[in-house]
């Protein structure tokens, strides 16, 4: 357990909609890394938030936005739904500066399908 | 941009022999960090180990060890007296500094037999 937590596990929707995911870091980190793995794709990373500040864009589609709160948790909110959404969603957290700050410890993940 | 390759798709090893995965990358940055990264059928993604670019010393832990060699940029893992948990993709992946984001190889499927 990596001490990284996602919800939900699974996910199933239907094209054109809107869906929120959530993740809570391990305790006392303040980085959040979102990252999407697709069988086309590869593991990508989407997006990353440091005390609540955006730090880093990567290939995060417009449709797609995040955001970290006051007790650091962060919700990945995915619109306009279209199959090709279809992934495993992973959050990542890392104490963000300090000794050992370059490591990322993975939650779970969301799986998402649209159908 | 970084890059991170992983040539073998696939690999199998007998439960208890040694195996080593290969992993080159791509950067113009001299200090830089590692990983290998574990993801067994439960998709959870697992850090094995972890190579910073300034320590000449190859990372260990217990049955994994890499062999890190910045010149050449390339950075294996080998994983000794494998066992049937051992089974799963394996990422490689990078990142420029502390607080970055990783760039993930394509992933190399391990396989172990009994």
């Known amino acids: 357990d990596s001490g990284v937590t996602q919800t939900p596990k699974h996910l199933i929707t239907a094209t054109g909609q809107r869906v929120t995911l959530r993740c809570s870091p391990r305790?006392?980190?303040?980085?959040v890394y979102w990252y999407q793995q697709s069988l086309d794709q590869g593991l990508q990373f989407l997006i990353q938030?440091?005390?609540?500040?955006?730090?880093a864009k990567g290939n995060i589609l417009e449709r797609f936005s995040a955001q970290q709160f006051p007790d650091l948790h962060s919700e990945l909110n995915l619109s306009s739904l279209e199959l090709g959404d279809s992934a495993l969603y992973f959050c990542?957290?890392?104490?963000?500066?300090?000794?050992?700050?370059?490591?990322?410890?993975f939650g779970p993940g969301t799986r998402l399908t649209v159908t | 941009a970084q890059t991170v390759t992983q040539s073998q798709p696939e690999m199998s090893v007998q439960e208890a022999e040694t195996v080593t995965l290969s992993c080159t990358y791509d950067?113009?940055?001299?200090?830089?960090?590692l990983f290998w990264y574990k993801q067994p059928p439960s998709r959870q993604m697992i850090l094995v180990i972890r190579?910073?670019?300034?320590?000449?010393q190859n990372a260990t832990e217990n049955r994994f060890s890499v062999n890190f060699q910045k010149a050449a940029k390339s950075f294996s893992l080998k994983i000794s007296d494998s066992q049937l948990g051992d089974a799963a993709m394996y990422f490689c992946?990078?990142?420029?500094?502390?607080?970055?984001?990783?760039?993930f190889g394509g992933g190399t499927r391990l396989m172990v037999k009994p």
């Open positions: 990542a957290s890392s104490v963000g500066k300090g000794e050992r700050s370059y490591e990322q410890y």
């Open positions: 305790s006392g980190d303040l980085s």
């Open positions: 938030y440091y005390n609540g500040e955006e730090r």
């Open positions: 950067t113009s940055e001299s200090d830089y960090y």
């Open positions: 190579q910073e670019a300034y320590k000449q």
């Open positions: 992946a990078h990142t420029k500094y502390a607080g970055n984001m990783l760039t």
